[in-house]
Nanobody, 124 residues
Framework: QVQLMESGGGLVQPGGSLRLSCAASGSILSINAMDWYRQAPGKQRELVAAITSGGSTNYADSVKGRFTISRDNAKNTVYLQMNSLKPEDTAVYYC??????????????????WGQGTQVTVSS
């Protein structure tokens, strides 16, 4: 069974920084893209940043120049370094990954998996 576990959320003042981590576990064979999404109250979930297995990255316009996505393939972990945080960055942040795994005697996927979410609050 594959699981994604996020950590690193919390309360920070405007202009501050946080680093989110998301570790995938289970009988994983390979992971394709790994992404971070966020959902603010009353809003739709939106893509914040994405990174391919080869390291190519993509960012939402609202976070370009402030957020950096990276991954450690050996640890099956994706990170989101968030700098110069603004109150409008307040949201629950979710990681997502496309994972090929081994289960029940067969290869499965790649399928989409989601973490449970971690709250980021930017407020003075």
């Amino acid at each position: 069974q594959v699981q994604l576990m996020e950590s690193g959320g919390g309360l920070v003042q405007p202009g501050g920084s946080l680093r989110l981590s998301c570790a995938a576990s289970g009988s994983i064979l390979s992971i394709n893209a790994m992404d971070w999404y966020r959902q603010a109250p009353g809003k739709q979930r939106e893509l914040v940043a994405a990174i391919t297995s080869g390291g190519s990255t993509n960012y939402a316009d609202s976070v370009k120049g402030r957020f950096t996505i990276s991954r450690d393939n050996a640890k099956n972990t994706v990170y989101l370094q968030m700098n110069s945080l603004k109150p409008e960055d307040t949201a629950v942040y979710y990681c997502n990954a496309q994972i090929l795994h081994y289960s029940g005697g067969a290869y499965r996927g790649p399928n989409d998996y989601w973490g449970q979410g971690t709250q980021v609050t930017v407020s003075s």
